[in-house]
């Protein structure tokens, strides 16, 4: 079982690196950022002002202003929720590939029983998110103890601990449903639920004041259960965290016992769409095929969430519209967003959705770069076809894959933006396509990396290349960082096209890099040795 542990934990290496950069290299930064930027009383006495007329408004995007005037309660407000995806993410992706691969029937094969083996794998993936847990701990305390300009900017231990705790229960909660889904619907399908729940779960409770139907769905989220605790303003609620504990031990439990009872590789499927000879006996085909259930699964997702959303913001642009001083307020803290309108406002809580596209292109990339690890590709080359050719036609197919999520994004929004008396409905339908254009390029850096590298890093890469793009796009502006370092931000160059304002400029971006990662990655698949 020690050996099962050390395997999964050594598998886990590189997302231990990524995950404490993120978390506790975030948190320091993001401190130290907050002390620069508003360095006076004077500053945080508007910034605080600012945050408390926004009022409900604020809750949606940023979570509750409690203490905003204090670096730590400005960061928990601005950044704590970020965190908590960030932490809910990775947990998502782990749980649902740790018992996946091609040295599965090897362990299961082994004297160590399969539940002993679901147990080792999640207490090695568990590690891994303490470490890091506890070193977003340690970075809240050291930023606040070397960042303080003002009293109360000091951030306790206590209040630090209440951060690292918060974000392991939660990446528990979501992260064991990725864990329980998966052994019944597979890993594509159980990442793209827990996906929609981890982001939907903080737009429901964010919004619930505003839409019965999010009203509805809120009370059954962890979000909601740990929504009073916020600790680095301060406000600990340490039992609200039990909810979230107990749920993820029990859906961890369940997986476990799923696990130790089926078959290997045995999951439901749902009933395939019968598609059209045409094409299916070629590389494009046959990725698209292959990764058609996968997309069906997130755009499904993503245009139920479009629907929500879309159906929300009539409402709310209503509140803004007869509130010009809220207008103005919201405005200082989202200068490039006129949430007084339908299609401004859209565009604004659009912008979380730029995660789930970005990953759904990263699950799409999982499956497509696993050909090289198990030995598939040696078999595909033997066939009448180059590397490049490989590299490029199937690099295709994964594109038709995310028209397929995009088409059904858009579907949702449309449906969304009718059902709240939008007259506009082409408009917002149309701007979803900004999501297809972000995940074509995450495909392109993902084909890329695998062509160069190794077709496995794909997805780890894009990984990276989607949160760095979502964190820089979320912190530079907010921080005040010079303009240049905002420019690295894909997302910062796609215009607003919900409310029909697009931005050549990064639409071109998108296709160069989706077109150029496909030509980089034939080139490099070409040039170098397979591996395994």
Known sequence: MTIVWMRALTDARRGLIT????????????????????????????????????????????????????MGGYVQWKYGTILVMIAGIWAILALTRGLTGRHLDLLAATPVSRRRLALATIGALLT????ACAVATAGAWAGGQAFARLPGDAVPFADAAGLGAWL????????????????????????????????????????????????????????????????????????????????????????VETFARRDLGAVFSPPRISLPA???HGVTGRVFADRLPVALGWGSGLAVLGFVLAASTGTMAEQFAASPGLTESFGAIFPDFDVSSPGGFLQLVMQLLFVLAGFAAVNLLGGWGADEDTGRMEMLLATPVTRAGLILRGGLGLLGAVAVVTALAAAGVAAGAFASGNAEILQPAAG????????????????????????????????IAVVITYLI????????????????????????PMAGDWDLTGVTACLVLAAGGLLVGAAGLTRRDLRH
């Open 19 to 70: 995950l404490l950069i993120l978390l506790g290299g975030l948190v320091f930064a993001v401190l130290g950022g907050v002390a620069s930027a508003y360095p006076t009383a004077e500053a945080r006495t508007e910034i605080a002002a600012i945050a408390s007329s926004l009022g409900v408004a604020s809750t949606g995007l940023t979570g509750p202003a409690v203490d905003v005037g204090t």
């Open 128 to 131: 891994v998110l303490t470490i």
């Open 168 to 255: 392991w229960v939660m990446a528990v909660a979501f992260g064991g449903l990725a864990f329980a889904a998966a052994q019944w619907l597979g890993r594509g399908a159980a990442a793209w639920i827990s996906g929609v729940a981890l982001v939907g779960g903080l737009v429901a409770v964010g919004y619930r004041s505003v839409s019965p139907a999010l009203e509805a769905i809120a009370p059954f989220t962890p979000w909601d259960w740990t929504y009073d605790h916020l600790p680095l303003a301060g406000r600990l609620d340490w039992a609200s965290l039990i909810w979230p504990l107990l749920t993820g031990v029990l859906l961890l439990g369940a997986g």
């Open 278 to 280: 045409f094409g299916l």
């Open 432 to 463: 979803t396509g900004v999501l297809g254009l972000f995940a074509v390029a995450v495909i392109g850096v993902g084909v890329a990396a695998g062509g160069l590298a190794r077709m496995s890093a794909a997805g780890t890469v894009a990984g």
């Open 473 to 496: 796009d979320l912190v530079a502006p907010a921080l005040k960082m010079p303009a240049w370092v905002h420019e690295f931000a894909l997302t910062a160059h796609l215009g607003r």
